[in-house]
């Protein structure tokens, strides 16, 4: 799935990957409400892991926001669209 600016094509953007994990990391914490370390045991992982996934998928986000760029949800071995 993506999200682009209106009105430019996607050759013209560059494309910012935002994981499937940082986004079931932006889920459990900014939609569910949940804190860190609850977040992480529900993903199995630490809480110093879930917070450099989080900062991750937080970043691209605000990058992609500023700098116009596509945002590119989940898969990365699914094919680029065309635009």
């Known amino acids: 799935m993506y999200f682009k600016p209106r009105g430019v094509s996607m050759s013209e953007l560059e494309e910012i ?3 499937e994990d940082e986004i ?8 569910d409400g ?4 609850s977040a992480a045991k529900r993903m199995k ?11 991750s ?3 691209k ?12 949800l989940g898969d990365s071995s699914k094919e680029k669209v065309s635009n």
């Open 17 to 19: 990957l935002v994981e």
């Open 24 to 31: 079931e990391a932006l889920r459990l914490s900014d939609v």
């Open 61 to 72: 986000l605000a990058s992609a926001i500023v700098n116009g760029s596509a945002i590119r």
């Open 34 to 37: 949940l804190d860190q370390t």
């Open 45 to 55: 992982i630490s809480q110093p892991t879930f917070a450099r996934i989080l900062a």
């Open 57 to 59: 998928a937080r970043n």
